[in-house]
């Protein structure tokens, strides 16, 4: 059974770069066609696709959060990373990982993580 499990800080401050991991167990983060995904979810917002990076280590981003968003991975911990950098308090929300085995469907998820942006 695949489970993701996120970390990082749950308090950053505004201006600053928010970093959160993903640990995969289970599974390889190097599985054929899979993508590992990035979600947030803001306190009464619907949820927000961030980006992703696939099997073969590309990586997409959401149009709107491109220029602040970078993902990467550590195939030797089987780890995906998110960066997001000069964070508001707009960015404070539920982050969330999770595995997507085609364009449209998601088959694990993380348990998500509460990030606050606050001074």
């Known amino acids: 059974q695949v489970q993701l499990q996120e970390s990082g800080p749950g308090l950053v401050k505004p201006s600053q770069t928010l970093s959160l991991t993903c640990t995969i167990s289970g599974g390889s983060i190097t599985v054929t066609n899979y993508y590992w995904t990035w979600i947030r979810q803001p306190p009464g917002k619907a949820a927000e696709w961030m980006g992703a990076?696939?099997?073969?280590?590309?990586?997409y981003y959401s149009p709107s959060l491109k220029s602040r968003t970078s993902i990467s991975r550590d195939t030797s911990k089987n780890q995906f990373t998110l960066q997001l950098t000069s964070v508001t308090p707009e960015d404070t929300a539920v982050y969330y990982c999770?595995?997507?085995?085609?364009?449209?469907?998601?088959?694990?998820w993380g348990q998500g993580t509460q990030v606050t942006v606050s001074s």
């Open positions: 990076i696939s099997y073969d280590g590309s990586a």
């Open positions: 999770a595995a997507q085995p085609d364009a449209v469907s998601y088959n694990y």
